[in-house]
């Protein structure tokens, strides 16, 4: 159905319908089975403490922790806590974790019992893969005891390395953005081997890797999980509600009596380069070599500057092709390591929607376009108890036709307050030499923000922006911020935030997917656990709504969202829902290439039905189907993936989005699919050879991305990389590639 725009379409509308169905939902909700409500009484009254174990001598990091002689003495944390299948419950095997130290370092021991050794799954050998889908033990690390932040390292029996930075308790939300940042990669060793009594690792993470604060004996905030695969069992030391993960900081225990003695840490990280290109508009092949370096200092345990000459991140993967079919910017994340580490800090704003600093707008255009990056600074930590800054400023090179020649400059002062609150204000300021486009008096952007967060309780959170840009020739209404509210307990989660973006708000140094709007979005879910129905795990009805308006109340987006998963204990998911679309479309645009759709209205219904296997087995797939409405037409979108591994060696995964449009313009039958291809092997976990195969139907062409890697501490090691690009219509340029040979080794000078 078209319908064109009618001037009573208010911002109210939305909430008649949506008020119905959360009524039909929580009502179906209450009468389906509540679960076990008793279990839960189990757990201990308060967050259990364990020391830590001064240790003789360093253990041998070989995975073997009853064998060592080092943990004599030392007193294990056991005790273990469901919060699935059956929250509440003891763990169906014996843990025992140790934590010691010496002068250097802290070392963890765990012993994973295991009744049935045969049965332990190991599905991953690759440095951070996910541990969702095997064996795997887990622990978090609060070493400034501020309950908020932390960082996170985990292994699975074949002992790779995980970790990650949890800022703001994982939190996605406003406040400093946060969230779990696994692209974050310290230097630490771990090592796992399973035996007899089940399988156990041994940790060895330097204090020079951890933040902490300045006393001579201190304690820090602990907790450890362990996952058992077989039984899709998830356990804890600290016993959580079953909505909450290890990133729940202000819920973990206390490890007591760490002593870490004055860490002198200055790490430099040369690397050298050679590639060689051919191909494109290139006439025969191009050679060429470079070199940087990064430098870490440690200006207290708790405060790290970074320097950087010569950026170069040829060892990243490449993004994941996407395909726009819609009128709004597309959301790439970032994955350069340089720009990873306390990325949370510096984040304001809402998540992919609008962010007021977006490290991707350096060094690289808008198009993708690699800018080069002559170097920078970083200052991140903690000064004083409570109170987290951040500086960094970046210098990028004039591209010609590209972009001009910038300099970058962030500060970001945040304040956590108690029970997950906090305070801060980031400014971000470019300064370009008016090379491209505009002249050098003209030729910089500025905002600023402030942002805040107030915990209620265990259960409720209260958030809130505000922001203002300043740009030459932007005379309009140049501010955004938004308000939203969570409730978050074990059965019930719900949601309501509404952002407002003015039409000449403009963070060049940040991300808006679009202009000028008002946005309200709500959400509900009801969390089931069945006592005993087919299998279930969990029951999840839910219902949301997103609505953008522009600010003469045109609607040009509406989203009404109601589904069920069912999620069984054997890890299989069948998620079933339907969507009620609005596309409110101002200005003619071309979907494709010589596809064009008309300004108006567009209501439209769609089912959306997805379903996935248990992925901790050799053969696993998922698809999701989308059968509906779009545009005055009709579209269709499938999305199987297959996925296949053997052993924690070799994995592969297949994947397509296959779209379908069959509209009612010129043309309007047309297909618009994408399809990838990953590779990888490991070697050991840290020699691996990965492939990224990539086919885009409407700009027909190939990409592919080799990359062989054999590291040896974080991100540091040798590099191989193959690019090849291959355009497949009619005139293109010959294929282009390009071979990368990058090696880097850290340097610790006071090691």
Same mark, same amino acid.
């Given at each position: 159905?078209?319908?064109?725009?009618?001037?009573?379409?208010?911002?109210?509308?939305?909430?008649?319908?949506?008020?119905?169905?959360?009524?039909?939902?929580?009502?179906?909700?209450?009468?389906?089975?509540?679960?076990?409500?008793?279990?839960?009484?189990?757990?201990?009254?308060?967050?259990?403490?364990?020391?830590?174990?001064?240790?003789?001598?360093?253990?041998?990091?070989?995975?073997?922790?009853?064998?060592?002689?080092?943990?004599?003495?030392?007193?294990?944390?056991?005790?273990?806590?469901?919060?699935?299948?059956?929250?509440?419950?003891?763990?169906?095997?014996?843990?025992?974790?140790?934590?010691?130290?010496?002068?250097?370092?802290?070392?963890?021991?765990?012993?994973?019992?295991?009744?049935?050794?045969?049965?332990?799954?190991?599905?991953?050998? #690759?440095?951070?893969?996910?541990?969702?889908?095997?064996?795997?033990?887990?622990?978090?690390? $609060?070493?400034?005891?501020?309950?908020?932040?932390?960082?996170?390292?985990?292994?699975?029996?074949?002992?790779?390395?995980?970790?990650?930075?949890?800022?703001?308790?994982?939190?996605?939300?406003?406040?400093?953005?946060?969230?779990?940042?696994?692209?974050?990669?310290?230097?630490?060793?771990?090592?796992?081997?399973?035996?007899?009594?089940?399988?156990?690792?041994?940790?060895?993470?330097?204090?020079?890797?951890?933040?902490?604060?300045?006393?001579?004996?201190?304690?820090?905030?602990?907790?450890?999980?362990?996952?058992?695969?077989?039984?899709?069992?998830?356990?804890?030391?600290?016993?959580?509600?079953?909505?909450? $993960?290890?990133?729940?900081?202000?819920?973990?225990?206390?490890?007591?009596?760490?002593?870490?003695?004055?860490?002198?840490?200055?790490?430099?990280?040369?690397?050298?380069?050679?590639?060689?290109?051919?191909?494109?508009?290139?006439?025969?092949?191009?050679?060429?070599?470079?070199?940087?370096?990064?430098?870490?200092?440690?200006?207290?345990?708790?405060?790290?500057?970074?320097?950087?000459?010569?950026?170069?991140?040829?060892?990243?993967?490449?993004?994941?092709?996407?395909?726009?079919?819609?009128?709004?910017?597309?959301?790439?994340?970032?994955?350069?390591?340089?720009?990873? /580490?306390?990325?949370?800090?510096?984040?304001?704003?809402?998540?992919?929607?609008?962010?007021?600093?977006?490290?991707?707008?350096?060094?690289?255009?808008?198009?993708?376009?690699?800018?080069?990056?002559?170097?920078?600074?970083?200052?991140?930590?903690?000064?004083?108890?409570?109170?987290?800054?951040?500086?960094?400023?970046?210098?990028?090179?004039?591209?010609?036709?590209?972009?001009?020649?910038?300099?970058?400059?962030?500060?970001?002062?945040?304040?956590?307050?108690?029970?997950?609150?906090?305070?801060?204000?980031?400014?971000?300021?470019?300064?370009?030499?008016?090379?491209?486009?505009?002249?050098?008096?003209?030729?910089?952007?500025?905002?600023?923000?402030?942002?805040?967060?107030?915990?209620?309780?265990?259960?409720?959170?209260?958030?809130?922006?505000?922001?203002?840009?300043?740009?030459?020739?932007?005379?309009?209404?140049?501010?955004?911020?938004?308000?939203?509210?969570?409730?978050?307990?074990?059965?019930?989660?719900?949601?309501?935030?509404?952002?407002?973006?003015?039409?000449?708000?403009?963070?060049?140094?940040?991300?808006?997917?679009?202009?000028?709007?008002?946005?309200?979005?709500?959400?509900?879910?009801?969390?089931?656990?069945?006592?005993?129905?087919?299998?279930?795990?969990?029951?999840?009805?839910?219902?949301?709504?997103?609505?953008?308006?522009?600010?003469?109340?045109?609607?040009?987006?509406?989203?009404?969202?109601?589904?069920?998963?069912?999620?069984?204990?054997?890890?299989?998911?069948?998620?079933?829902?339907?969507?009620?679309?609005?596309?409110?479309?101002? /200005?003619?645009? $071309?979907?494709?290439?010589?596809?064009?759709?008309?300004?108006?209205?567009?209501?439209?219904? /769609?089912?959306?039905?997805?379903?996935?296997?248990?992925?901790?087995?050799?053969?696993?797939?998922?698809?999701?189907?989308?059968?509906?409405?779009?545009?005055?037409?009709?579209?269709?979108?499938?999305?199987?993936?297959?996925?296949? #591994?053997?052993?924690?060696?070799?994995?592969?995964?297949?994947?397509?989005?296959?779209?379908?449009?069959?509209?009612?313009?010129?043309?309007?039958?047309?297909?618009?699919?994408?399809? #990838?291809?990953?590779?990888?092997?490991?070697?050991?976990?840290?020699?691996?050879?990965?492939?990224?195969?990539?086919?885009?139907?409407?700009?027909?062409?190939?990409?592919?991305?080799?990359?062989?890697?054999?590291?040896?501490?974080?991100?540091?090691?040798?590099?191989?990389?193959?690019?090849?690009?291959?355009?497949?219509?009619?005139?293109?340029?010959?294929?282009?590639?390009?071979?990368?040979?990058?090696?880097?080794?850290?340097?610790?000078?006071?090691?």
């Amino acid at each position: 159905m078209v319908e064109r725009y009618d001037s009573e379409n208010t911002l109210l509308k939305p909430y008649r319908p949506l008020r119905r169905i959360a009524c039909v939902l929580c009502c179906a909700a209450a009468l389906l089975p509540s679960g076990v409500t008793g279990q839960a009484l189990q757990r201990p009254a308060s967050p259990p403490e364990m020391g830590a174990h001064e240790l003789a001598t360093a253990p041998s990091i070989d995975g073997d922790v009853l064998g060592d002689a080092a943990w004599k003495g030392a007193n294990p944390a056991s005790d273990f806590w469901q919060i699935q299948p059956n929250d509440g419950q003891p763990s169906t095997q014996k843990t025992e974790v140790f934590v010691g130290f010496t002068a250097r370092a802290l070392y963890i021991g765990v012993v994973a019992y295991d009744d049935n050794p045969d049965l332990i799954i190991v599905t991953d050998s #690759r440095r951070d893969s996910d541990l969702d889908d095997t064996d795997a033990f887990l622990v978090l690390i $609060d070493g400034l005891l501020d309950r908020q932040n932390g960082f996170i390292f985990g292994t699975n029996a074949a002992g790779i390395e995980y970790d990650g930075q949890v800022a703001n308790e994982g939190s996605g939300g406003s406040f400093g953005g946060g969230g779990f940042n696994r692209n974050w990669d310290g230097s630490w060793a771990v090592q796992a081997k399973i035996a007899a009594h089940g399988w156990s690792a041994e940790f060895e993470i330097p204090f020079r890797t951890l933040r902490f604060g300045p006393e001579e004996i201190q304690d820090w905030g602990i907790n450890f999980q362990r996952n058992i695969r077989r039984n899709n069992e998830v356990a804890f030391w600290v016993p959580l509600e079953r909505n909450h $993960d290890l990133t729940r900081v202000s819920d973990a225990g206390t490890l007591r009596g760490v002593a870490p003695s004055t860490q002198r840490n200055l790490q430099i990280t040369p690397y050298v380069l050679g590639n060689a290109r051919r191909g494109n508009e290139l006439d025969g092949t191009e050679t060429d070599g470079d070199f940087g370096f990064d430098v870490k200092y440690s200006v207290t345990p708790s405060l790290t500057l970074d320097l950087t000459y010569n950026t170069d991140f040829a060892q990243v993967e490449v993004d994941e092709q996407q395909v726009n079919l819609d009128r709004f910017n597309l959301f790439f994340p970032e994955k350069r390591p340089f720009f990873l /580490e306390n990325s949370g800090l510096f984040s304001v704003g809402t998540s992919e929607q609008v962010e007021v600093f977006f490290s991707r707008k350096i060094g690289i255009s808008d198009d993708g376009d690699v800018i080069p990056v002559d170097g920078g600074a970083r200052l991140s930590g903690r000064i004083g108890e409570r109170t987290n800054i951040g500086l960094l400023h970046m210098v990028t090179d004039a591209e010609q036709g590209v972009a001009s020649g910038n300099e970058f400059t962030v500060a970001r002062v945040s304040q956590e307050l108690r029970n997950r609150s906090g305070i801060g204000v980031l400014f971000t300021n470019r300064d370009g030499d008016g090379s491209h486009l505009v002249a050098a008096a003209d030729d910089y952007n500025r905002a600023l923000a402030v942002d805040g967060r107030w915990g209620i309780g265990d259960k409720i959170t209260l958030e809130a922006w505000f922001a203002k840009t300043d740009t030459p020739g932007y005379t309009g209404k140049d501010d955004a911020f938004n308000i939203e509210g969570n409730y978050s307990s074990a059965e019930w989660e719900a949601d309501l935030r509404y952002t407002q973006v003015g039409e000449d708000f403009n963070p060049e140094v940040g991300f808006l997917s679009r202009t000028e709007y008002r946005n309200v979005r709500t959400f509900l879910l009801r969390t089931i656990r069945p006592d005993d129905l087919w299998g279930l795990l969990e029951i999840r009805p839910h219902v949301s709504y997103t609505g953008f308006w522009k600010f003469d109340d045109f609607q040009e987006t509406g989203f009404l969202h109601i589904d069920n998963h069912w999620v069984y204990r054997s890890g299989t998911e069948f998620h079933t829902g339907v969507n009620f679309t609005k596309s409110g479309v101002i /200005e003619a645009f $071309d979907i494709v290439a010589g596809v064009t759709i008309q300004p108006g209205t567009y209501d439209h219904t /769609e089912v959306q039905l997805v379903y996935f296997t248990d992925e901790s087995k050799p053969f696993s797939f998922h698809v999701r189907t989308n059968v509906g409405g779009r545009f005055g037409g009709d579209r269709v979108l499938i999305q199987p993936s297959i996925n296949y #591994r053997i052993g924690e060696t070799f994995r592969s995964e297949f994947s397509i989005t296959y779209n379908d449009f069959d509209l009612p313009v010129p043309n309007g039958e047309f297909t618009a699919n994408l399809a #990838r291809l990953r590779l990888s092997y490991s070697f050991t976990p840290k020699i691996q050879l990965q492939a990224l195969i990539q086919y885009n139907e409407l700009d027909d062409t190939i990409g592919t991305n080799i990359r062989f890697s054999w590291l040896r501490s974080a991100n540091s090691g040798l590099y191989l990389v193959y690019n090849e690009l291959d355009e497949r219509s009619p005139g293109a340029p010959p294929t282009e590639r390009e071979f990368i040979l990058k090696y880097s080794h850290i340097f610790d000078v006071f090691d």
